[in-house]
Nanobody, 120 residues
Framework: QVQVVESGGGLVQPGGSLRLSCTAS????????MAWYRQAPGNQRELVAS??????VYADSVKGRFTISRDNAKNTVYLQMNSLKPEDAADYYC???????????????WGQGAQVAVSS
């Protein structure tokens, strides 16, 4: 059994910063990609940033403002969000691609979401 839990959401003023955290726990043998997605009301879920090995990918809309980082020892990924805009407001979801103990394949495990609101 694998669990993924996000934390760190909240309300911030435009131009402000937030840091989201996501930790995977349970019967984990290996973790591949860890990523952040977001979904605003009425919109499709979209990739914000992902990290695999030493490489990271960002959506164009967040490049230069958001930074994804990872602590492999803690099975944790972070999303530092700076210069937040109202259009960044959404539910942010973490996904970890995990090989569980005793398994030969990877599965995606999603967190429950963290709400980010950007408003003055």
């Amino acid at each position: 059994q694998v669990q993924v839990v996000e934390s760190g959401g909240g309300l911030v003023q435009p131009g402000g910063s937030l840091r989201l955290s996501c930790t995977a726990s349970g019967s984990i043998f290996s973790i591949g990609t860890m990523a952040w997605y977001r979904q605003a009301p009425g919109n499709q879920r979209e990739l914000v940033a992902s990290t695999t090995g030493g490489s990271s990918v960002y959506a164009d809309s967040v490049k230069g403002r958001f930074t994804i980082s990872r602590d492999n020892a803690k099975n944790t990924v972070y999303l530092q969000m700076n210069s937040l805009k109202p259009e960044d407001a959404a539910d942010y979801y973490c996904v970890a691609t995990v090989q569980a103990v005793g398994r030969s394949y990877y599965l995606n495990y999603w967190g429950q979401g963290a709400q980010v609101a950007v408003s003055s």
